[in-house]
């Protein structure tokens, strides 16, 4: 204590020396370690975005001696402005549990075995190589993930289509973000959003549909509420299927009935025209009209098959279509009065409200989901409320990295960095940055991620690496795809940082480097690249997936391909991939730069160094015809499409024999499956365990009290979970909720596999259950 | 006598200037990742320091309170034992209405003004931030004391306290200020931790002999032209 | 038990010199600086008679144009403030 106090004395002492030099001769320099001594132990706070949702926000992580400590939100970064959420504040946690995968894992003879990376990787090209060899190049896949950073999304595709010349790559963002995707480009020709957050900060007035932002995009949200706190002119209206935290705050809540959303929409179509709302010079010079196949199906069946066909129409024959949605007639179908609909439809059609629609999955997983994409931005066209600042549709991302990776690396069967398999051109650039011939890339398309499993399952698909992904919970319809992948007709690597119920089946388990243990980019939803450095060393020989993805091809013979460094492969990858962007529509700002910004929106102009924060305005995007206000560019006539889109029913609705709707989704306080987030302890203890939510009313009627377990049936399989009445969110009658983090209750067991058939992405809102008690 | 007071002006001179040093290597710190190009927008939500004096209207109350002689429960240690790490949001210690009409007005009737808790044998502790009213965001209750998997989190020390240039002088802020800048949240009021506690709430412009200095970085610590 | 810290100023040129004799001089920490020709000098002695040799020496330091005291502290509170007082800008 004394020595201490010694210590500190002399410390003090030597402090005030320096400081009246300092004040003597401005610009003195001392060694450092007096002031390391004098302020034990530093803390090194490094940017980066957040690991868990698609806001993207920037994190400063604090690491001491080597081991990351704290976290808080970057004050410098324009998407959280310092705040951050329960998950952001403890995310470094999770690289503490003792379960941590920190070796290679072979099954062998039915027992995982560690085994050195080296020899795991061998294993892996070999078994890879000899697949191919023997059943031919589709016969291997790879399922990747919308939390893959930007460069091990890149070496994927570049192996799986520029290498071996197949297109079995998909990735998890199919089943959140296919159906945005589709509507962007059925509607613009061209992916992601034209606004950015900053609409937030000029928008009079926020329309969420189906989108519970205050748990599941917690931080914007917090905008939202803010400038509602500063301003007078500012209302929130909640538009969904249940009551939750966000109706409780919004200023309206309107419920509607489970798939109703695409009459609402249609509906307030009619009214925007029917009230004379249309901006008609807006509409002449910037939208045509269209209509596409109707009565399409919903994918549950193998193989399914569909593909849309665009025919023209024009206003008059759009306006007749309206005619069976005049908001009295769609009552009894939405649930929502006329009088609210026509509220709706006043606040869209008013021109002196600015408006931003936001969605997520609520629109997206819909088996009508692309059609409601574009309903929304019909809407928005009508109305011309779009690409300026505060006027818009904002259709949010889930996954961090799903529109960086995802979307525009293009980890999907269709895709390539830039553009579609089935293009000549897009081919051929591929074929040129990759050095590879151009006729080694197929041009059809071949499994989206649904039918991916479902070729698992049928014996199709013998190998398969899946990465940063855990399909074993988060497909719809587990109770088909879990015992398909227990198969011994597939070979399943699968790396993760942790052990899941996706590990549990794998034949080679590669233990991979946490989101700070190596350095990558990702993608927000508002077209934000952010770069971030690796902070610490990731434990054991656990690795980043890029380096897994080089090393294998490398094993295979592609090493010509992959001639990245260990220590710098995402920078040269990332130079690599920005080559395909090049241009000014979709620009992605160089390395130097991303490393000095907490984050850079693409398109990214070189030559004011700035982003292009709203697309498609000729005053803010270099890239639009100069002589036009606004350019569809995305399109051949740079206009945008009204798409002709009816209401059609959900495949599954409540009978006799299920009587209820299941809806799931998420809870603010864990990330997707849960295997990130319930490993930190203070996430865990608030949220322990999934639950069944109830209306008071259904549950009185089935005599349930809070907290007792019931089984939810369907006609795929059945959870046990315990009741929840009056807590988190409370259902609509005739409908429950589940939240499917959690992997000893997984309700994807009960889901169904129906899925939109233009995105392919499932339904996870919609199905029959019935209730019963243990 | 008179010799002491102008050793006093000395010493308060020389923290002038190490003052300067600190407050310079914060900001440039920040700058580490400068995004203000595109900052073009309204003014951020967290301005650092926006939040100092929102209390202070209730300095003298927490001086009569002080000397009131009811005590609180609060200690240091229990004040960390609600955070994963110094500067983390504190978890929420007792049951919760998860479904508040108003989330914000009904965490802010006990968070926001204070007072004592029968029930709970406590003062509510007062929050730094009663603007930003999504409270559930970042506060979360705790619904069991297990774990999914065991963990090996070591939650970091505490920063070092009563950190003064000289002796005698105010110490400087161990912490930054970002959600709570408002100091006597933590550090006035009944629920303040005693060893924590400001023995001066009424001097409410607290930075004017505080200045935040975390520690950190060392690289950033002494000014250079 | 003295601690003080002074400014010390080498005689031109002569700064490298002055570090290495302050270094074994007893009781005495140094700090120089590292773009500048000066140094803080940091003195821990245990007790008046320590502190009253260690001045002697420090005074007979050649090397040495100028020492400024900058602060000092004892237990004895005040003491030994009110003496460095006394050699402030000798």
Known sequence: MTMNRRHFLKKAAAASAMAAVAAMLPGVLFASDIESDHFPPGIDWTKAPCRFCGVGCGILVGVQNGKAVAVKGDPNSSVNKGMLCVKGYHQTMCISSADRLTKALVKKHGKYVETSMEEALDLVAAKMKETIDRHGKDAVAMYTSGQSTIPEGYVASKLMKGAIGTNNLECNARLCMASAVAGFLTTFGADEPMGCYEDIDHANVFILWGNNMAEMHPVLFSRLLDKRLTRKDVSIIDLATRTTRTSKAADKSILFKPQGDLAIANAICYELINNGWVNKSFVEKHVVFRKGKTDIGYGLEDKFAFKDEAQPIDFEQYKSFLEDYRPDKVEALTGVSAGDIKFLASLYGNPNKKVVSFWCMGMNQHTRGTWMNNLVYNIHLLTGKISQPGNGPFSLTGQPSACGTAREVGTFTHKLPKGVVTNKKHRELAAKIWKVPYDRIPDKPTYHATEMFRAVDRGEIKFIWIQATNPLVSLPKTSRYRPGMQKKSCFIVVSDVFPTPTTDVADVILPAAWHIEKSGLYGNSERRTQYWDRMTDAPGEAMPDAWMTIEVARRMGYGDLFPYSKEKHHEEIYNEYRQFHAGKQHNMAPLAILKKRSGVIWPYIEETGKSTLWRYNSKYDPACDPDKDFDFYGNADGKAVIWQRPYEAAPEMPDNEYPFWLNTGRVIEHWHTGSMTRRIPVLHQAVPHAYVELHPDDARQLGIVNGQKVKVISRRGTTILPASINERGLPARGQVFVPFFDEKMLINDVTLDAFCPISKEPDYKKCAVRIEKL | MGRSNVIIGFWIVLLAAAGLIFITSLSEEQSLTGDKAEATGPSGSLPVEEGVFRLSGNAVEFMRLYNSGIQGHMDINGYYSRRAFPGAPPVIPHPVEEFPENMGKYCLQCHGKGGYVAQLSAFAPLTPHADLINCLQCHVPVKTSGTFAASTWIRPAAPETGRQALPGSPPVIPHDLQMRSNCLSCHGGPSAPVEIRVSHPERVNCLQCHVPNEGTSNKNTIWTR | ?90
């Open chain 3, 1 to 90: 038990m003295p601690v003080k810290s002074y400014i010390a100023f080498p005689r031109v040129g002569m700064k490298e010199q002055l570090i290495e004799v302050l270094k074994k001089t007893p009781h005495c920490e140094v700090m120089p600086a590292l773009n500048k020709d000066v140094l803080v000098l940091v003195t821990d002695t245990a007790d008046d008679q320590e502190e009253e040799a260690l001045r002697q020496i420090l005074y007979g330091i050649k090397e040495l144009a100028h020492l400024n005291l900058v602060s000092g502290y004892s237990d004895k509170i005040n003491q030994t403030d009110e003496k460095s007082s006394e050699h402030d800008n000798e």
